[in-house]
Nanobody, 121 residues
């Protein structure tokens, strides 16, 4: 099994910064893409940022220029640096990792438990 543990959420004023971390552990053979989704009350879950195993990144338009995703492959950890936060960034943030447990298994998406980010105006 693969477990993902997130940290770094909290309450911050508009214009502030937070850094989310997500560490994957367990029976991991390799990890492909990692990333972050978020879900605000009444909204669908949306992809915020994604990073491939080789480091290429994608962002939702609303966070481009403010958020930066990175990863440490040696630690199986993905980070999300969030700057210039806005009240509309308030949501539960979930990390995911597309991982496999052996060379012959498929890649499956595994999810963290979610961490609350609240931006006050």
């Amino acid at each position: 099994q693969v477990q993902l543990v997130e940290s770094g959420g909290g309450l911050v004023q508009a214009g502030g910064s937070l850094r989310l971390s997500c560490a994957a552990s367990g029976s991991i053979f390799s990890i492909n893409a990692m990333g972050w989704y978020r879900q605000a009350p009444g909204n669908q879950r949306e992809l915020v940022a994604r990073i491939s195993s080789l480091g290429s990144t994608n962002y939702v338009d609303s966070v481009k220029g403010r958020f930066t995703i990175s990863r440490d492959n040696a630690r199986n950890t993905v980070y999300l640096q969030m700057n210039s936060l806005k009240p509309e960034d308030t949501a539960v943030y979930y990390c995911y990792a597309s991982a496999r447990t052996s060379a012959r298994s498929y890649f499956y998406d595994h999810w963290g438990q979610g961490t609350q980010v609240t931006v006050s105006s």
